[in-house]
């Protein structure tokens, strides 16, 4: 059966969630027991059905619903603030470590002419989903900020099985629980979580999450993509576009994003701009001194 994938454009990386209960002492529960936990208050308080899955130091978590949880609706006016106006556009963007190596390549270009489009669609998620990711996220926060050896990465997954559609959410337990106890803003936390919608007819009736595969979420692949993820979002999403030359945007978010979790294990960090072909190198002592 041939798989399509896609990337679902949507109005905004993660849901904001407020979760009461969070940072209250509960249990100190062990492994086994913060599953037996995290799934008797999914089932018994929100009516939920989640699967979990353990590769490593990562949990996933499954929700398969039988209902929508994307929807298209009219996009919001463009701003025709000056300062809001692209002056880059992003047609390739790829990250990853080889051999202690980061590198990124991409092609990104001067935008020569832009035109305001009023008339855009956008994709949203839907009520039901907002409900279901907010619930699992107050679980997840419930029983695992007080289990003995909790998983370094979640990977949650919330499945349309009607439509076989999927939304992804990966992140690092810490990350999360530091947004909950208010030391990470809104803003910085939303693009620490890498955000993936996709199409997969084997979605469709799969209650179980047999077609994910899971696999131990690796500190390197997870930084590059986070690196990856925030050069897109500075490029598309951000108020303020990038003025400066895409090699000097590009080196002081991979810096940011290293020096954040102070990552050691690499020895350089590779630009290669593909459409000027012209390649930069820099050392991690250098990374260690960039300042965004």
């Not at 798989?3 to 002492?25: D, E, Y």
């Not at 996009?75 to 880059?88: L, M, P």
């Not at 939303?190 to 979605?203: A, D, F, H, M, Y």
């Amino acid at each position: 059966m041939a798989i399509f994938r896609k990337f679902i454009p949507i109005g905004f990386f993660f849901l904001f969630v407020v979760c009461a209960g969070c940072s209250t002492k509960e249990a100190n529960y062990l492994p086994s027991q913060a599953q037996q936990q995290f799934l008797k208050i999914s089932s018994e308080e929100y009516n939920l059905s989640p699967v979990l899955k353990t590769a490593g130091k990562t949990l996933w978590v499954y929700l398969p619903l039988d209902q929508e949880i994307l929807s298209i609706k009219a996009g919001q006016n463009q701003s025709t603030n000056s300062a809001s106006v692209a002056q880059f556009s992003v047609q390739y963007i790829n990250g990853k470590l080889d051999d202690k190596n980061f590198l990124f390549e991409y092609d990104i270009i001067p935008v020569t002419r832009s035109s305001a489009n009023n008339s855009s669609i956008t994709t949203v998620y839907t009520e039901e989903f907002t409900k279901s990711y907010q619930n699992i996220l107050s679980t997840i926060g419930r029983v695992y900020f007080n289990t003995q050896q909790p998983p370094d990465f979640i990977v949650l997954v919330i499945a349309d099985i009607r439509n076989g559609l999927e939304v992804k959410n990966t992140f690092l337990l810490e990350d999360f629980k530091k947004y909950q106890t208010q030391i990470l803003p809104y803003e910085e936390y939303i693009q620490r979580v890498l955000t993936e919608s996709s199409g997969n007819p084997l979605i469709k009736d799969d209650k179980q999450g047999d077609h994910l595969g899971p696999q131990d979420i690796i500190w390197p692949n997870f930084l590059a993509q986070q690196i990856v993820n925030r050069i897109k979002f500075k490029y598309t999403q951000s108020d303020f576009k990038p003025q400066n030359a895409p090699s000097d945007e590009i080196i002081k978010i991979a810096a940011h994003v290293i020096q954040t979790y102070q990552f050691e294990d690499f020895l350089t960090v590779e630009l290669r701009d593909l459409r000027q072909e012209k390649s930069y190198s820099f050392g991690k002592s250098l990374i260690n001194e960039i300042k965004e």
